[in-house]
């Protein structure tokens, strides 16, 4: 029971996600000559040009894609990803007459981006996509260890200019900022406001019990102690990991600093933390 409510729980935002790209896409970017990322930007482009249906043409392009990613990637995948790219092609028919004014630049920008952010990020959260860049990045990731960010980076950097090419510098510069709007519109959506932070406290043998002591009396937080050697001393020491929240970052430099002056400490910034824990993600499959 509980896969199958995963399962149609999955389905649903996959179908929110992709309406709210066609309305991002036909409300938006279209009627201000804009382009997305993607196999959608390439469909959108052939539209300005062509006057092609943007609908048929998402279909058209991601054929091809389709059939490498029967070759090369898991079904599973695949099926979500064949919905998405179907759900797309369908409300970009249903909603092609909508057009939503702005009275200006920068409203267009705005909207345009957090509506496309939205929708990405609801599909990214499900583990969905609507096929296109998306299957090219994950081929290529997996079998050339590319990230898959940089893959989309250098796909949509060709599609920025091809819009400076066909569309002038201005409308290719309004096109990057709607793109890194929603970009971090997306990434917000998946990570939520559930980032945290890490820390790597570094400290002699003898302080290493008494630290970790205070820091899980005093921030709640668990901690794993991992013996170390120091490279040029040759000493005995502990590295004490532990995750908390940016506003308990102040206070554990505090407790560090008053029960081991000396000791070295990193800060680093941790976008999801998924596992048993205050405030941490749980760990269930989307």
């Known amino acids: 029971m509980k896969n199958n409510f995963i399962n149609y729980n999955r389905i649903f935002s996959i179908m929110i996600g992709t309406l709210l790209l066609a309305i991002a896409t036909n409300g938006v970017l279209i009627p201000n000559q804009l382009l997305s990322g993607g196999v959608n930007g390439i469909s959108m482009l052939l539209y300005f040009l062509f006057n092609a249906r943007v609908s048929i043409t998402v279909i ?17 995948y695949l099926t979500y990803s064949l919905f998405g790219m179907l759900m797309l092609s369908f409300w970009l028919e249903v909603t092609h007459p909508l057009i939503i004014t702005q009275g200006n630049t920068l409203s267009t920008l705005v909207v345009a981006g957090f509506l496309h952010g939205l929708g990405t990020g609801i599909i990214f959260r499900a583990d969905g996509s609507t096929g296109g860049t998306d299957i090219i990045a994950k081929i290529i990731n997996k079998y050339f260890s590319i990230n898959m960010a940089t893959v989309t980076l ?62 899980l009396k005093e921030l709640h937080r668990g901690v794993t102690m991992i013996p170390a050697i120091g490279a040029y001393t040759s000493e005995s020491k502990y590295i004490l990991f532990t995750t908390v929240s940016i506003r308990e970052v102040a206070k554990a430099k505090q407790l560090v600093l008053r029960i081991d002056s000396k000791a070295f400490m990193t800060v680093t910034e941790t976008s999801q933390v998924i596992g048993n824990g205050k405030g941490f993600l749980p760990l269930t499959s989307q």
């Not at 058209?60 to 990637?73: C, D, K, R, S, T």
């Not at 200019?161 to 409308?171: A, E, P, R, T």
């Not at 043998?205 to 205070?214: F, G, I, N, R």
Request: net charge neutral; aromatic share 12%.
């Open 154 to 215: 250098y796909l949509n950097a060709l599609i920025v200019v091809l819009s400076i090419y066909f569309f002038g510098l201005d409308i290719a510069v309004l096109t990057i900022s709607t793109m890194f709007l929603s970009s971090q519109v997306a990434n917000f959506v998946v990570d939520g406001i559930n980032r945290k932070r890490t820390l790597y406290i570094i400290t002699e043998s003898e302080h290493a019990d008494e630290l970790s002591k205070c820091l």
């Open 60 to 76: 058209l392009l991601n054929i091809p894609i389709f059939i490498l990613g029967l070759i090369f990637l898991r079904k599973t």
